[in-house]
Structure formats: structure tokens, C-alpha cells
């Protein structure tokens, strides 16, 4: 362990007489403020970046107004040892928008140093995001983060577009808010697929996928604080499936779980080959040439530190130990250990976005066979295997996504679901009631929805552990 040591009175008097000999002591320069200069961001025209040239202090934050309206503060940036240009992003300003900005400069965390203001001017909104508007007033502080067909883009509670940036993929994209302060996003119709990491102006600043030639799954990925990732994969392997209903060589894949140390070294592997029978998925989705086994679109820390997984294919969720790789339980479909309590249809199906709500409690949308699709949360026994569904929200009038969609619970009880294909975002109090909703965007595949904080870094994420 490294240890820190308290220098004594004599000593530090003996290391300041060496210092009185021929060589005197060169004092640090005068703190020197020399520019801000304010540039577009080329991923988005309603953000700016502010570059600050200045010696001798410790960071710096900016202030942007626009005329007649009270001043907005970025967080202080740090200049980073050596330094003298500091990178500043200012966001969630308005569309074609005249603004101020004046940066303070701070030394021994006091501000030492006012700018002169410089001025920047925003753009309109592209013509691909859609125009959509917010109902309700009882909702959750923050910002809400949605994947749009064409790109991510992030929502104020009013519905004001604050972020956004252009990724067209045609069909679908999956974005999230990460732990670490970065952004992620995979497109489904990347050649080959890989997370592209983003920084908060929407830069790319890296990738990430699975190791071991494993092939990344295009859904729920986890970067915590400490930037160690949690990744989702798929294994392949050939398999005589004809005793049980299938063909002699089938094509079967099946999803691996991987965490990887933010330096790249592979720490736990997790197998669904390992853990499940093939005969756990249902007949009639083991009869083709190439057989979906689990189709895991879900992971998430539960509140004591262990995974919970989704298996799509299986209409089944799993807690695994996180340490040993043990399979603590399974909930819903052919394995199932539960009995669910107080659920009118009795089981969920297809599901998407499990997530923690609480001790022992979790939620997802259950996307079902048939019309309607619920947002719905189970309070679990582990010891009796029973799950008592205490909420349950089913959009009026009814809607269905067959695929695509997610949930996200709040520590105040909220909830928020999005309908993936049918183009609904809703977000309910604890009994599941309506408390706001996202409108304009029917038929908009909205693959995901996740609240955030703030649109800086220390603000980004729920996955944490």
C-alpha cells in the first residue's frame, strides 16, 4: 500500500537552506489570461465550444446568457498539468440563438480572473428529429435521453431538444448515458458492431466490443465509474438439435456475458451454453437452420452488487452471482422457479429493459405476444419463489411493440417506459398512474429511453456499482 508521509519542521528547514546556495529558486509565473474563443460544435448546432488560453490557474467554468435572460454556469474544468488550452463545452442552449459567454478562470478553487465576454450564435434543428411535445407536469428532474431512428437525442421536460447527434442508421439505434460520464452508441446496421464512445460534445473518442471474437449484441451495455465495461455477446456453435424437435445442424447462438477492465483484460465470463438446456427455449423456436437460444437484451446490477440478466428468447430473467457465475434464480418461462402473485395475465413475454426497482423488486416492459405491452414491477421472494406484480401500466389506448423498448426505474418511485416501434414515452408514479408522456412521434421507433441528470459528464449514467 502506498503511504503519504508529514514532512517534519526540521527537515522541510533543511530542504530550504539547500536551496539558498548559487541556484535560486525560480518563482511560478504570473497567472496570464490570453483568450476564450468560442467555436461551433460540428456534432450539434445548439452547443458551442469555448477554448480557453491561459497560464497559472487551476480551471475555469463559463457563464451564457442570452439577452434579457438570467445566466446558466458550466462546471470548472480542470487544465490538465502543463496545460495551458482548456476545452470547454457549453451545452442545452436554444436554436438560433444569440448568446454571451464569459469565462472565469480559478486558482486555489477562489476565482482569480473575469473574461470579456465572447459571443456565439446557434443554428436551427435538423430536419430529422421529430417535432415531439411534452404532456404533464408530474415528472422527475433531469433530462431524458431517447434513440431515435436517426440518431440520439436528448429532451428537456418540456420536450426542448438540448443534445442531439446525427447517427442515421435507417432503422434503429441503441444509446445510452454511462457511469463514467460517456455516451455509447451502436447502430444496427454497423458492418460489423461495436459501441462508438462519445464524450459530452458528442465526439467519438473510442470503441468497444467483445473480446475473444465474440460477437457484440446490439443492446444493454454498462461503463461504470472506474471505466470497467459489462458488454452482452454472442457465441456460436453447430448443434444436432434433431432429438429434440429441431434439425441434425443447426446453427445455434447464445448470449456470453463479459466484463473487461477499462485497461482491456477480460475478468468474467459468463455462458449461457454453460448454464441452459437448449430444451428451455420453446419448440417452435428451435426448428430452424439457425436458432436464436437466449437472445439476451438486458443486464443490470441489482441492488445487492449481483447481475440481472434478459433472455428475450427464453421470456425469462435470470440473477447470477457476480463473484462465481452461480445462477441464483430463473423467473418466467419454460425454467421458471416462481409463482407470480396478483398478475392478471400471469407471466410476461418478449420482455425488454429489466432494471432494479427497489430491495427485492424489479421492473421491465413486457412486450408480449399480443396487444398490450405493460411496464410492470414484481416485488420477489427469493426464499418463498414468489413474485407479486405491485404495478402494472398499460398505455390507453392500448399499444404493443413486438420488439424494441425499455424501462428505467427512479429512486422517487417514477418510472419511465418506452414503447420501441409504436413511438411512446410515459412516465408513471408508483401505482403505475400517468404522470407525463412524450407525444409527436408515433410510429417513431424509440428504441430506448433513459433519464440523466446533467448533460456534463458528472451527471451521465445509472449504471454504477
Known amino acids: ?269 459468463w455462458n449461457a451454453f454453460d448454464h441452459f438446456q437448449i430444451t428451455d427455449l420453446p419448440l417452435a423456436d428451435r426448428t430452424s437452420a439457425a436458432v436464436n437460444f437466449t437472445h439476451g437484451n438486458g443486464i443490470a446490477f441489482d441492488t445487492d452488487g449481483n447481475l440481472l440478466l434478459s433472455f428475450r428468447s427464453l421470456n425469462e430473467i435470470t440473477k447470477v452471482d457476480v463473484g462465481t457465475g452461480q445462477v441464483l434464480w430463473r423467473m418466467g418461462g419454460l425454467a421458471n422457479q416462481f409463482t407470480l402473485l396478483n398478475d392478471p395475465k400471469g407471466t410476461f413475454e418478449m420482455q425488454h429493459g429489466v432494471r432494479p426497482a427497489g430491495a427485492d423488486q424489479i421492473q421491465l416492459l413486457d412486450n408480449g405476444l399480443v396487444a398490450p405491452s405493460r411496464l410492470v414491477r414484481y416485488r420477489l421472494d427469493p426464499t418463498a419463489k414468489t413474485a407479486t406484480l405491485v404495478m402494472e401500466f398499460i398505455d390507453n389506448p392500448a399499444t404493443w411493440t413486438r420488439v424494441g423498448g425499455s424501462s428505467q426505474y427512479y429512486p422517487n418511485g417514477h418510472g419511465v417506459v418506452s414503447f420501441g416501434r409504436a413511438g411512446r414515452v410515459v412516465e408513471v408514479d408508483g401505482s403505475g398512474n400517468p404522470a407525463w408522456e412524450l407525444t409527436g412521434i408515433d410510429g417513431v421507433y424509440v428504441f430506448r429511453v433513459q433519464r440523466i441528470s446533467s448533460l456534463y459528464s458528472p451527471g451521465l449514467g445509472e449504471a454504477s456499482r
Open 1 to 269: 500500500m502506498f503511504r503519504t508521509q508529514t514532512l517534519g519542521s526540521s527537515l522541510l528547514l533543511s530542504i530550504a537552506l539547500a536551496g539558498c546556495g548559487d541556484d535560486p529558486i525560480t518563482p511560478p509565473p504570473a497567472p496570464e489570461f490570453r483568450s476564450a474563443v468560442a467555436q461551433a460544435n460540428p456534432n450539434n448546432t445548439i452547443s458551442a465550444v469555448l477554448w480557453v488560453t491561459a497560464l497559472g490557474y487551476d480551471s475555469a467554468f463559463v457563464r451564457f446568457w442570452r439577452a434579457g435572460q438570467m445566466a446558466t454556469a458550466t462546471p470548472a474544468y480542470a487544465f490538465a498539468t502543463g496545460d495551458s488550452i482548456l476545452r470547454i463545452p457549453v451545452l442545452g442552449l436554444d436554436t438560433a440563438a444569440a448568446y454571451s459567454l464569459e469565462t472565469s478562470l480559478l486558482s486555489g478553487g477562489q476565482i482569480a480572473f473575469v473574461s470579456d465576454t465572447a459571443t456565439f450564435t446557434t443554428g436551427s434543428l435538423p430536419a430529422w428529429i421529430p417535432p415531439a411535445v411534452a404532456m404533464g407536469t408530474d415528472t422527475t428532474p433531469g433530462f431524458l435521453a431517447l434513440s431515435y431512428p436517426d440518431g440520439p437525442v436528448i429532451i428537456d421536460n418540456t420536450g426542448k431538444v438540448v443534445w442531439y447527434k446525427h447517427f442515421p442508421n435507417g432503422t434503429l439505434n441503441s444509446f445510452q448515458a454511462h457511469a463514467n460520464g460517456r455516451y455509447s452508441i451502436l447502430g444496427l446496421n454497423d458492418p460489423t458492431p461495436v459501441f462508438h464512445i462519445l464524450d459530452e460534445l458528442g465526439e467519438e473518442i473510442g470503441t468497444l466490443d467483445c473480446m475473444g471474437g465474440l460477437k457484440t449484441r446490439f443492446h444493454d451495455f454498462m461503463i461504470l465509474e472506474n471505466g470497467d465495461s459489462w458488454i452482452l455477446c454472442d457465441e456460436f456453435r453447430t448443434m444436432d438439435l434433431s432429438g429434440v424437435g429441431g434439425l441434425d445442424s443447426v446453427e445455434v447462438f447464445a448470449t456470453v456475458v463479459q466484463h473487461v477492465s477499462a485497461g482491456g483484460q477480460l475478468l468474467f465470463e
